[in-house]
């Protein structure tokens, strides 16, 4: 190195190595927050619009540059027609409202999950953020609709098999690398951490694929009232894990 360069600054390893580069998330417990104080379960779902503002806010201050968060599930689909609406429009104010700061903000926009049962005013309104964004890298916000993961993983081994019927593709080259590259997280990094809020300690058909290395944090905190503290928590604990992806601490 050239003497009059600076001295370059060392930061610990740990810190490095143990900040997530992606989060994933379960937003749990609008409900049980709106019914708590005696609200609708909309209410919940606005106070979780919220938390999530402030989480990705978060995230990008703390230099996590992955968020995934699971928004509506294909389970979802069996709630009351009335909170379907609800959440749905939820997400079209979201979207209308953020999409301009979050493309100021270098957030690039994912949307995974079987889009084709969402209207198509949203649909053209998801497609439409997605390409608005495509080119920005500061941040990489995805966000799961109409989402099941076995689901996401058999439509993958479909397109797969399809290829081989055509004579496109040799079994042989399915790999796991193929798969990863194929399911609709491809060009996303696994998950590091994910959370769950609400108290349940489930995946509830959630990255299964995506997270057969992915570390687990469990918050009692209702997804509503989820803040930097809870962030904080949740990060520091993952920072004190050791990944040993199979192998042994030797
Ligand atoms: C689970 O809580 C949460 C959901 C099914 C919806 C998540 C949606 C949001 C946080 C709204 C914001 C999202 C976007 C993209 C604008 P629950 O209703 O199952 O809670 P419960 O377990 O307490 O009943």
New binding site residues.
């Given amino acids: 190195m050239n003497s009059s360069e600076p001295t370059p600054l060392i930061y610990p390893s740990s810190a490095i190595r143990h900040l997530p580069t992606h989060l994933a998330i379960i937003?749990?417990?609008?409900?049980?927050?709106a019914?708590s104080r005696g609200l609708p379960?909309t209410a919940?779902?606005?106070k979780?619009?919220d938390?999530?503002r402030r989480t990705l806010d978060n995230c990008s201050k703390a230099g996590i540059n992955y968020l995934t968060?699971?928004?509506?599930?294909s389970e979802?689909w069996k709630r009351p027609s009335d909170e379907i609406s609800d959440?749905m429009q939820?997400?079209q104010?979201?979207l209308h409202n953020e999409l301009e700061t979050l493309h100021e903000k270098g957030v690039r926009l994912r949307f995974i999950g079987d889009l084709s049962k969402l209207s198509k005013e949203i649909y053209g309104q998801l497609e439409h953020a997605k390409h608005l964004t495509e080119r920005n890298k500061d941040f990489h916000l995805t966000?799961a609709?109409s989402y099941g993961s076995r689901q996401e993983i058999v439509h993958t081994a479909q397109k797969l098999a399809q290829l081989v019927k055509d004579g496109k593709l040799e079994t042989s080259q399915i790999t796991e690398e193929l798969f990863s590259q194929s399911l609709d997280t491809a060009g996303l990094p696994e998950p590091d951490l994910l959370i769950r809020t609400?108290g349940?300690t489930r995946l509830s058909n959630f990255l299964l694929w995506q997270s057969a290395y992915t570390e687990f944090y469990f918050s009692q905190t209702?997804?509503p009232d989820f803040d930097k503290a809870d962030l904080d928590s949740a990060i520091n604990d993952y920072a004190k894990r050791e990944r040993r992806y199979g192998t042994s601490s030797e």
């Fill in positions: 937003m749990d417990g609008n409900g049980r927050w019914k379960r919940g779902h606005k979780g619009a938390a999530l968060i699971y928004a509506f599930s979802n959440l939820l997400l104010h979201y966000i609709l609400g349940e209702l997804w």
